[in-house]
Structure formats: C-alpha cells, structure tokens
C-alpha cells in the first residue's frame, strides 16, 4: 500500500500525534491550507485523490465544516464559477469557505441525508430513473392485451388466418363467420331481411345457428350478439383457396374482423385485420414511452391523476365516538349543540323509529348506513324550527352525513374549513387503478406476461431476477438489448448498497434519509462518472452490520472509477476500510477545529491522543453491562396480529421499565411494527392523539403507562425562527431576565419586546428572521442575510438591553456550553442548559437555525426537552437509530442519557443497528429473517446473550463477536 504524506500547521501542536507521513505537492493531493470555516482552527491538511477517505471525530469537531463547508463548497463553487452566467442563474451557489488555499479539487458532488422528495409523485424508480427505462422498454417491446377479453391485441393478414386454421387436426370441422352485431338491442328484422338478399343462408344469433328464413323474432330490449356464417369445411391440405375467399368475405362483414369455430368443440379462433382486439375491436394507438407515466395525463390513472390513493371520508373518523349517542355527540357538529342538524336527526329518528339518545355502536345497521350514506330516493318528513321560533315542515330525501362532507370539501373556498374537513378524511388505494397509478390502457400491456404495475411492485431483487433471465423473440430482443443493460444494472447498483427490499413503486416521500442518500449513491455510480470528489454523510446509517460490507464495496467501487472518495462517518468497519482517515477534535464547538491525526488506519489506531485512535486499538470501549436488569413479567406490553406492510401477523412483547432493542435488516419490519403501529396505537390511547395505526389486532398492559414519547429524527421546525433555545422553552426565561433589567423597565419593555416572532422589539425589515427568503419558483428558496439588522433579528432599541454585558442577539449566538456558564445562577435556564451538554449538544448554539440541524442532533434536542421535564416514571420512550451522527464517546453519553430514564421507571424502545447500543439493551426484538417480503417475523427475542445463541438470526450472528 502506498504511503501517503502529508504536513499540516495548526496552533494545537501539542494535541496531535508524531506521525504524519509528508506529502509531495503533485497531483495526487488535495492540499488545504489556513481552513477557518465555522469551528476550524486555520487547519492545513493534505488528503489523497482518488481514496477512500473517512473523516471522523466526535459531534461538532468539525467533520461537516471540513468536508461539507471547506471542500464540497469550494469544489461546486470553481465548478460552477466555470459554467455562463445563463446557467449559474439556475444552481444554488455555496458561500466561499473560508480558507487560505485549496489544490487538487476535482468538480464536487456530495450526496446527502435528506430526503429525496416530498413530492407524492415521486418513486424509488423516477428517482432512480430506472422507470424511464421500463416505459421505453414496456413501449418498444410491450404487447397489448384487451382489458375485457384478455386476448392480446394483434392484426393478421388473410395468409396467417388461413394458415392458423390449416394448423388445425385434419377433418375438424369449422364454421368462418362474420360478427356483424355486438352487445346491440333491436329486432334487426331489416338486417336479416338485407342479408338474405345478399345470398347468405344462415346466421348465428346469441350462440345459436338458424337458417335465415327461420329466425325466431328477437326481443327488442336485450342486447344481441349476430355473427353470418360465411361457409362451413372440413379442414384439408386443399382447401386453402376457399379459405382465403371465405375469411376476405368475412372480415368484409365483419368490420375487418373474422371468427373460425371448431363446430364440434365449440372453440373460437378469433381474427383481426386490424391491430385491435378480435372479440370486441378494442384498440390503442402506438405505444409510446409516456403512455407508461404516471406523470403524463396521457398515462396517468384518470381517477387518482397518478397518485395511486385517492381521499375519502372515513367513517370511523366521522362517528369520533361510537360508544355515545347522536344526541351527545357521537358525531362532531350533528348533536344537541348544532340545531339545525340535529333537527333533521329527530326527524331521521321518527322515520326509521330509533332512539338519539342510545349509543351509536348499539344502533341497527340499517339506520347508520341512512344516518351516514343517505336514504336514496326514500322522501322523509323534516321538523325544522326557524329562526323566529315556528316550525316548518318539508319533505325530501337525506343527504347523508357523508355526502354532506363531500359536498361541502368541494364547495368551499374557506382553506380553514377544508383543513378542518379534513380531519375526516382518510386515504384508500384507488378504486379505479387500485393504487398502480396508470391507467387502463397501460395496465394491460405486458413484457413476459407481466405488466408495468406488477414489476414495479416486486422487492428489488425479484425485479432483478426477473430482468436478467428475460427472454425475448427476435427483433424484441435485439431492440431491448440495451434498454435491459442499463435496467439490470441499476438495480444491481440500488441492491449493491443493501436496498434489495425496496420496490420501484414505493413513495420516494417515504424513504428515510439513509435510504434516499444510498439511492442517490446507486445513482452516482449508474452514472460512471470519473475524476470526480464525492462527498458522503454517513452512509451506513439505517444500514444493519450484514449489508455493511455490500455498501463499503460500493463506495470502493466509485473509488475504483478513478474518483475522490470523501465520507464523514463514525461507523468502525468504515473507518479500518479506508484508505486515509482524518480524525477532528479532540472536543465540540470551540474545543474541536483541529486534526489530531490524518493517516492510515493502522496509524490512527496508535495514536494516543486520539479518542477514536483509542476505541480502534481496544483501549477504550462501550462496555458490556455485568448483569441485566430482569424482566417483570407482571409488567409487559403484549401488541397482537401486527399485519402493517410486510409484518406477518407478529406478536410483540415488551417487558417494561427496561431498553428494549428492535433490530433486523433494513427492511424486516422494524419501522412499520414500532413507528406505524406501536407508537400510533399508544399515541391514540395515551395521548389522544388523531393517529392511525397500520393493522393489527389487540394490546394488553397499557394500564401500567400514562403517555408516550416518540422521540424522532424529523426537523423541530421547519424555518429559520425554530431553534433549541424556542424548542426547549428556554428563550422564555432568557426574555424575562431581558424584561427585568433596569433600563428595560424604565423604557417600559415586556418580555413580548424581546421576541423576534412579534411586532416592537424585532427588527422589520426581515420580520425577525436574520434572514430574507428569496423565492426561485421553480428552485428551493434561499435564505440570504437581512441588510438591515445583519442577522442579529432585533431593532437597535433593543439590542441597546444588555444583561450581564451581552444583549439578546449575543446571548442567542452562545453556544449551549458558553450558555451555561453565562447563565450558572439562573436555575430555570442553567438546568434545560445541563441537559441539553448532557445529550453531547454544547457546541450548538442557543438561536442556531432548526433547518440547519442534522436529523440526529434534533433527535437530541427532543430527548434534552424530555429529561427536563419532570417525570412519573410510567412513560414509554420510542427512539429511532438515536446513534445517528454518533461518534463512539458520543455513544457512551447517550447510554447514560437513556439510563437515567430507565432508572426513573420508564419504558424505552429503541430502533437500532448499532452493535455498542445493542450489546447494552435488557431485552431484544430481532426482526427479519430477510427484508421486504422475506421478513416481518419475529426471528428471536430475549437478552442479548440469548439472541447471540439464535442461529436463523443476523444480529445474534454480530453479537456474538462484541459479547466476547
């Protein structure tokens, strides 16, 4: 292996390890020199092209500003400054990092956690443009069936229909006919009556042969089925001539189509000279790419537009509570305290003689389908009592609670009483495509008997498998050639990086981070550039440690290309992996900024001033608890016929007051069995919440908890004003120590002046932003910073306020850490402070931006909330992959965290992959054994030690190594 060189220059010298190999300045170096941005301490650092390099350190070192704001910035920026200024009008451009010099950058691509889209039309396969190819190939190879009769759409010449017919056994005899009339009522008296006339002697009505001179008289008012027997013969070796005569008279009659039946079988052989089907003439036009898009109203489902679900009115969210009467409100706004509806409810009442005083659950199902549908065309007397006092009588049909709702979503201009409306509604799969997005005509088009829909709603590797061994006749298979190549290999590349249990079809809105940055990663390497730098965050999140090893060979792969491999990770297999790694720190924030070590693995490993040097070589690790804390079996939580997804009737069993892990594969379940119903189904019956659970029968032991907390990765807001010191409820106390200093009280200021969300203290110009969201229309907005206020959000009256020396804008620019010293004799603000360092989150600041935090650090913004409140000790916490963004002293932290919970008594379930974490659980719930369709069972369950001996199971596989 190559040696790689390299100096550097900081002010930390003493935190930093002997060995740093130099490196000759040539190109095969990416040489930075004096990087400051954000926390970096004027680092110089040279990195190898063309390797696989870890950067890695603990939350907040610098790994992000470094790779992300230092190197990806400035490698898009020379990019793009290369491009017209036409085009640069269209891209983003980054802020110029700043830093003295950088050589060797190629042109920059990173490729990031977030989600790939909330755009509901958008799949795994538009994103992955493996859909562009399937209706190219679905288009030029594709054969067309009719919908009706299940034939495929195909046109003969006279020759191929005299020839199947010839194919026959010899003396079979067959009847050539005409279909003249389809699916017609009539007598068609004239009609027999001209072919006669024409010399044709008999016909075949509804199935049944007559002589046209003995055709019983037809009914006017049914629909008929006519076919003219064109000539009877027994097939032979001779009679081709006559044949031909025979199918060219007939598909004269017969609007270009012809019927040959075997008479003793009754078998029809069906003819067309035109590219329709032969039974019913049902046509397509040319087939083309766009027929196949759901996103092309040509294609798209007519119903749903595309979508594949469609919005109703549920009613078991309109009758809220079924276990009281219409008279108390078993349906919100149809009771005592709205008249005029519930006029018409007595009135429904006296018809159909029910009682509005009974509970609805009691009522007979005739009556609730009326209450709810309507009563048709059935007129009922109405009592209504005007506003004067009289009453008034008319009668008419009910409309129906239902249709009520319907009616008014559609009349309405109010936004507000469509969002309220829609509190009732729920979402089905289309009853007309019945979720496959396209419509009839693209449905019934197939390649190998499968059509389009089906293929893309196969797991990856299904649809792979089926790719590969397509076998394609003649001319189809030369045409699809190349279109298959590039389908197979995307795939290959989507599985390679551990997503074979997804499908073509899934939502792209429902992708996790890890899974939208591993999809565009698949992407990248479909896309075989070269020579260019990669920047990667995480990459092995969501990942479990089997598909670990898919997903680092991949990355080698976009290495092997001849491309910059840069990736911010903390996992241990990636890190020994690399070939260079750079480890930040050695604290967060303001105590990080530096490199502590840029070499080998083998040399980081050495290295004793770096933490993860340490936590490679052994010297330091997570260890394993020296017993577990027993389960209660008085204290379980046992969740019954879980069926979300791909789970298969699962029954969940949660010992309580203990860490409970859930692991498997991507995709066995994990998400659907804790997220989808779990947490939905606890969240409805704890904290009455509007939630809808995925399916699943019964849960028993909810009596020994009082309210859950899902604890998860998305965003604690989605604008600049959202930031941890508003999330936490510190701003709050911050403001009135601000209301309460002396020059505050003489100007007369209340806390609402220190507010950037109200009018008086905030500055206008940005509406107490800091910040201008300038819209692109078609291009995400930009956020650029007020020129007024400079993006410190307050007027100049009250940046004049200060406390203790600072003024608010300052205060909000601490970090957590900065924050707590500063604020030590406040109790309220220095104890949230307390928990938020507590969680690893002293280096964030106090007013930094929520749409800037990674989806980890909000994750522990939430839990910080949670530790700071007071608690009763019956509360379950769900947690998902709370290791994200984790460095292994990170780790350590945050099982402490989630030990003080337990220790109160509380209940957490924690989603995970991380072997440190699951080694430290009481209790295991492994999911799988496979993903997608080959999981969604309970494989083992039990202390780790337990699950370690199972052997169908994964994890216990891995953990048998780290319980050693």
Request: overall charge neutral; some cysteine.
């Amino acid at each position: 292996m190559l040696q790689y060189r390299f100096s550097f220059i900081f002010q930390a010298a003493s935190i930093m390890c002997n060995h740093h190999p130099q490196h000759s300045h040539d190109n095969d170096t990416i040489r930075i020199r004096g990087a400051r941005t954000h926390n970096l301490k004027n680092i110089d650092l040279d990195i190898p092209r063309h390797k696989l390099v870890v950067v890695t350190g603990l939350s907040g070192s610098g790994k992000s500003s470094l790779a992300f704001d230092t190197l990806y910035a400035e490698g898009q920026r020379r990019y793009v400054e290369s491009l017209s200024a036409y085009a640069r009008q269209f891209l983003q451009m980054m802020d110029k990092p700043d830093v003295d010099l950088i050589e060797g950058l190629s042109p920059a691509i990173s490729i990031e956690q977030k989600s790939t889209s909330h755009n509901p039309r958008s799949t795994v396969g538009t994103v992955t443009e493996i859909h562009d190819y399937l209706r190219l190939l679905y288009a030029r190879v594709g054969t067309p069936y009719c919908p009706e009769h299940k034939l495929p759409l195909s046109s003969q010449t006279v020759s191929q229909m005299v020839d199947a017919v010839l194919k026959l056994p010899e003396d079979t005899r067959v009847m050539i006919l005409a279909p003249t009339v389809r699916e017609r009522k009539g007598e068609f008296v004239d009609f027999f009556a001209d072919l006669q006339a024409q010399g044709f002697a008999r016909v075949r009505v509804d199935g049944e042969v007559y002589q046209l001179d003995e055709v019983p008289k037809l009914e006017k008012n049914i629909k008929h089925n006519i076919d003219v027997v064109i000539d009877r013969v027994k097939v032979k070796a001779d009679i081709k001539q006559r044949l031909a005569e025979s199918f060219e008279t007939a598909l004269r009659h017969g609007n270009e189509r012809a019927l040959a039946m075997e008479m003793d079988s009754g078998e029809e052989h069906w003819f067309s000279a035109r590219f329709a089907c032969p039974v019913c003439s049902y046509s397509l036009p040319e087939l083309e790419p766009r027929l196949f898009s759901f996103n092309n109203p040509m294609g798209s489902c007519p119903t749903c537009d595309g979508l594949g679900n469609t919005n109703f009115f549920d009613p078991e969210k309109v009758v809220a509570h079924p276990e009281l009467s219409l008279a108390t409100g078993a349906i919100d706004g149809w009771d005592k305290r709205n008249q005029f509806y519930f006029q018409m409810i007595q009135s429904l009442a006296r018809h159909y003689g029910f009682d509005v005083q009974a509970a609805w659950e009691t009522l007979p199902e005739k009556v609730k389908k009326v209450v709810l549908h309507g009563s048709g065309k059935e007129v009922i007397d109405f009592t209504y009592l005007s506003e004067r006092g009289t009453t008034f009588n008319r009668s008419h049909a009910f409309e129906g609670i239902i249709p009520n709702l319907e009616r008014r979503y559609r009349e309405t201009d109010s936004e507000t009483v469509r969002e309220k409306l829609r509190e009732y509604q729920n979402h089905r799969a289309c009853p007309s495509c019945g979720g496959a997005r396209l419509r009839k005509e693209a449905r019934y088009v197939y390649v190998s008997g499968e059509p389009l829909h089906e293929v893309s709603a196969w797991p990856l590797t299904k649809t792979h498998q089926f790719f590969e061994t397509l076998d394609l006749d003649g001319n189809k298979k030369q045409i699809a050639e190349k279109i298959l190549k590039e389908i197979t290999e995307r795939l290959g590349f989507l599985i390679n990086v551990g997503l074979d249990y997804l499908n073509l079809s899934r939502s792209a809105e429902t992708l996790s981070g890890g899974e939208a940055q591993r999809i565009r990663l698949a992407s990248q390497i479909g896309s075989g550039l070269t020579g260019v730098m990669y920047v990667l965050d995480e990459p092995s999140i969501g990942l479990h440690q089997r598909d670990n090893d898919r997903l680092l060979a991949t990355l080698k792969r976009l290495r092997d290309l001849g491309n910059s491999v840069i990736v911010v990770e903390h996992d241990e297999d990636a890190i020994r992996e690399a070939d260079f790694v750079v480890d930040m720190g050695p604290g967060a924030g303001e105590h990080g900024g530096n490199v502590l070590i840029a070499d080998t693995p083998e040399n980081v490993a050495q290295c004793e001033n770096s933490v993860t040097g340490q936590y490679l070589s052994g010297k330091k690790s997570i260890a394993v608890p020296s017993e577990r804390t027993p389960v209660n079996p008085d204290r379980m939580l046992v969740l019954k016929g879980a069926r979300g997804n791909n789970l298969k009737n699962v029954t969940l069993e949660l010992p309580l007051g203990l860490i409970t892990c859930i692991t498997g594969v991507s995709g066995s379940g994990k998400s659907t069995l804790i997220n989808d119903t779990l947490a939905k189904i606890t969240a409805r019956e704890l904290n009455r919440a509007q939630e809808e659970p995925a399916p699943f029968d019964d849960i028993h032991g909810l009596e020994h908890l009082d309210k859950v907390i899902n604890v998860d990765q998305s965003p604690i807001g989605r604008t600049p004003r959202s930031n941890p010191a508003t999330y936490t409820g510190l701003f709050t106390p911050i403001r009135e120590l601000f209301a309460g200093v002396p020059l505050s009280r003489e100007r007369g200021y209340n806390v609402g002046r220190f507010s950037f969300n109200v009018k008086g203290g905030r500055c206008e110009a940005c509406q107490g932003d800091g910040v201008i969201k300038v819209e692109m229309h078609f291009l995400p907005d930009v956020y650029v910073p007020c020129e007024v206020c400079h993006g410190k959000r307050y007027n100049r009256e009250t940046l004049e306020i200060q406390y203790k020396g600072k003024n608010i804008s300052q205060v909000l620019d601490m970090t957590v850490e900065e924050a707590r010293e500063f604020f030590d004799a406040v109790p309220t603000v220095s104890r949230k402070l307390q928990t938020l360092m507590d969680v690893g989150l002293g280096y964030i600041r106090l007013g930094q931006s929520a749409t800037t935090l990674s989806g980890g650090e909000a994750q522990r913004v939430k839990l910080a909330l949670e530790l700071s409140k007071r608690d009763t000790g019956r509360t379950l916490y769900i947690l998902d992959e709370p290791t994200t963004g984790l460095h292994f002293a990170d780790i350590a932290l945050l099982l402490e965290v989630i030990g003080r919970l337990k220790g109160k008594g509380n209940s957490i379930v924690i989603i995970e992959h991380n072997l440190d974490v699951i080694k430290t659980a009481d209790w295991i719930v492994d999911l799988g054994p496979e993903g997608g369709d080959g999981g969604g069972r309970i494989i083992a369950k039990g202390s780790p030690e337990q699950v370690a001996k199972v052997k169908g199971s994964y994890t216990g596989k891995y953990l048998k190594v780290v319980l050693r």
